[in-house]
């Protein structure tokens, strides 16, 4: 079992910089991919980023690439990274960090954050 707490939501302008935090407690942190989602109100959950175990490889959704940075620290810390910059108003959603193997499919992940808002203001 892993337990993820996301943190690092809220309000920004257009333009600006937010960073989400996950921290990852239970199993060995290094076995899973770690994955970001975000869903919007009245939207399905979208794949944004993910990172292997190792943190060796990363992929990004294409409305994100460029913008954002996927990271991790296995060593000092069980938490994934996600930097957003030039963050849009189309950005807005809650954000979800997820934990098992690598991929863009919400069924790739068997566990779950509870989330954390982000909104981007015009």
């Known amino acids: 079992q892993v337990q993820l707490v996301e943190s690092g939501g809220g309000l920004v302008q257009a333009g600006g910089s937010l960073r989400l935090s996950c921290d990852a407690s239970?199993?060995?942190?290094?076995?899973?991919?770690m994955g970001w989602f975000r869903q919007a109100p009245g939207k399905e959950r979208e794949f944004v980023a993910s990172?292997?175990?190792?943190?060796?490889?990363?992929?990004y959704a294409d409305s994100v690439r460029g913008r954002f940075t996927i990271s991790r620290n296995n060593a000092a810390k069980n938490t994934v990274y996600l930097q957003m910059n030039t963050l849009k108003p189309e950005d807005t959603a809650v954000y979800y960090c997820?934990?098992?193997?690598?991929?863009?499919?919400?069924?790739?992940?068997?566990?779950w954050g509870q989330g954390t808002q982000v909104t981007v203001s015009s």
């Open positions: 997820a934990a098992g193997r690598y991929g863009s499919r919400p069924n790739d992940y068997d566990y």
């Open positions: 239970g199993r060995t942190f290094s076995n899973y991919a």
């Open positions: 990172i292997s175990g190792s943190g060796g490889m990363t992929f």
